[in-house]
């Protein structure tokens, strides 16, 4: 095991009904910006279950935060939060709005201009106290101090996270996502299960904890992301598929470990050319990544195919084979496509991508950083 | 899964060589109480670790806190402490000295009698921040917020608990327990495990998550116990040992689910009457306690026989049978007696011990609070 320090104050708040504890956590004297995306919480009555929780307070909505949240619409909030006086945000949302929270908050606290906090990777020392609902398990926003954030002018997409931007609480009440559509249920399986993955299948460095954690969650997004699509009003399924999204990404299974994030890096990529759902560009290029780097993985793949698949006949590279098949037949059985051509993507592009990597400096990605650009290349190859 | 909050602020610090980063935890300007217990960290090198990191802060030792610690000890530190001008308490220690140093903590703040605490349950709304070096990975008291202290005179031990006593920070460094007595390690490692059992083996509630990290964690310790006394300077194994007691009572598992605890209420008098060592009761009570209660716990017994010792063949009693009896064996092997004949103590004490458990309103314990005398009498019984 790696040294680490671990650190998470987030208080979690999870059950049926418990948007109502909002009134016990959100300070008596508080005066609130709502902060959301779209028009879903407006008609699935989360907003109205969330204003009811706020009573007399004095509160604001922000609305039209956006899937991949922008630099422009988070000024718009912050110059609303300050022209209204608020001293407490409350996203009320998925990954991007709570990220995008997490943005605001440290913007109105910073002095200077705040795109410096993404660029310049400026310190945040301080931030707005804010708290969450969460709408769609997917992300982990809900329990991790990390946000990204894009600049639409210019093109940028980039990271912050910062001890200052752990939500103050979080909401999970897994009904609110009985009526999220199909698409976004299988989104979020595929996005837990690949931050499990970025975890996990690396290297061996004696972690046991951290293993048997991450092998844990991975069998449960196995069961219950099916059970998820064929049975949306199982209380218990939708309960399992929130904390495990939570717990894939909230410090506690990568404390310790070396960590990969290739397939992320190379998935934004097609998510920038091609306007790909995040999830559908890890679907793509994880199997992809696995096969092209099998010897370097070998022994956590081996690993994962026992634990996790329970594959135990046939030599190494037949179980790494049949652990790989399987997980691609996980993600089609959530009906996200794992290969280019699903999407009408052919091989032409990836030259493109590959320039795209290199234009932005990643050249040298994962737990090895022995992912160049011409490994890149091979498993974009291998993805179409 | 039960409708639960979880938080858990403390910040973990892990790792060889730790201990110095106590320089950057300990604020600046304080002047720090090193609680401790006995003189093992005089001669192994923690006390001259931790005050090497402390620099030129000024530091004061408070040493003598016992086992099981008491009232009459922790408030000659309460004195101690308000003498010199104490603002951060240091718990250098294991579970005793830091349950003793969360007491400490919350008496210099508490505005009247601090017994009030523990015997009254009066409401700890403020501590003095403290951190930890924990030297013994056994009861998780370095990432949780309870303590259990006694009072000496009265012959009470009362446990108590308040968001104000999470240690600010603890530092885990597996290298410090290489030095400890098997005993300790043994004991450890069965007071670990119980404490993951009472909060595993209950009902099924749906809880997928709790259940399969509480495996996990089970798995670990059934590998990394014999492992830890055989091998006392693995790292990897102490490592292991170490974050597998953190987790088994930080919370995590417990968040969500039905918990049991009557195997600890049984074998509070044990020890109270006999002097065992508190993990020795736990190995006497727990497999007698499930042998019991086998249909009560029926389904989540025959999980933790399938998962935990993968045990597949035969009828669902013998399934169940087995694993109590690998439960059993399991102890044996770390050297810890699960018969109270291994101590010398017959079946004569049964009934001062059931007595006991009435006078001190034990009389509904368990997930069912179906754990009358009457059944505590069979498993005493049973475990003779």
Same mark, same amino acid.
């Given at each position: 095991m790696q040294n680490f320090t671990f650190h998470n104050p987030t208080r979690i708040i999870f059950g049926e009904g418990q948007i109502a504890a909002l009134n016990a956590e959100v300070p008596r004297e508080a005066r609130v910006l709502i902060t959301c995306g779209g028009g879903s919480i407006n008609t699935n009555g989360v907003l109205a279950q969330v204003q009811a929780a706020l009573g007399d307070r004095a509160w604001f909505v922000f609305s039209g935060i956006e899937p991949n949240p922008t630099y422009e619409t988070l000024m718009q909030a912050v110059a609303m939060a300050r022209e209204k006086g608020i001293d407490f945000l409350l996203a009320v949302g998925g990954g991007s709005v709570i990220d995008g929270t997490k943005f605001i908050a440290a913007a109105l606290k910073f002095e200077g201009e705040p795109w410096d906090i993404l660029e310049k990777q400026a310190e945040v020392c301080d931030a707005m106290p804010f708290g969450s609902v969460l709408?769609?398990?997917?992300?982990? /926003?809900?329990?991790?101090?990390?946000?990204?954030?894009?600049? *639409?002018?210019?093109?940028?997409?980039?990271? @912050?996270?910062?001890?200052?931007?752990? $939500?103050? @609480?979080?909401?999970?009440?897994?009904?609110?996502?009985?009526?999220? $559509?199909? *698409?976004?249920?299988?989104?979020?399986?595929?996005?837990? @299960?690949?931050?499990i993955i970025e975890q996990y299948i690396t290297?061996?460095?004696?972690? /046991?904890?951290?293993?048997? @954690?991450?092998?844990?969650?991975?069998?449960?997004?196995?069961?219950?992301?099916?059970q998820a699509l064929a049975d949306p009003h199982n209380y218990s399924v939708r309960a399992n598929l929130m904390w495990t999204a939570t717990l894939a990404l909230n410090g506690l299974i990568g404390a310790g470990v070396p960590q990969d994030w290739a397939t992320h890096m190379l998935g934004h990529e097609i998510t920038a050319l091609h306007g790909l759902?995040?999830?559908?560009?890890?679907a793509i290029v994880l199997p992809a990544m696995l096969s092209v780097r099998r010897n370097e993985k070998r022994a956590k793949l081996l690993q994962y195919a026992e634990r996790v698949w329970n594959i135990r006949q046939g030599s190494e590279d037949e179980r790494i084979s049949a652990a790989i098949t399987a997980t691609r037949v996980f993600f089609e059985r959530m009906s996200v496509g794992t290969r280019l051509r699903d999407y009408e993507i052919g091989g032409g592009s990836i030259s493109t991508l590959v320039a795209k990597l290199e234009e932005h400096g990643l050249t040298a990605l994962g737990e090895h950083a022995d992912v160049t650009p011409e490994v890149a290349r091979r498993v974009y190859q291998l993805a179409v």
């Open positions: 709408t769609l398990p997917a992300t982990g /926003s809900e329990m991790n101090n990390g946000g990204v954030i894009s600049h *639409r002018a210019r093109g940028d997409k980039l990271s @912050f996270s910062s001890d200052a931007t752990y $939500p103050r @609480f979080s909401v999970l009440d897994p009904t609110v996502t009985y009526s999220l $559509p199909s *698409r976004q249920i299988s989104n979020g399986v595929v996005d837990a @299960f690949v931050h290297y061996p460095v004696g972690a /046991s904890v951290q293993d048997r @954690f991450a092998e844990g969650l991975l069998i449960i997004l196995t069961e219950v992301g099916p759902d995040h999830a559908q560009t890890l």
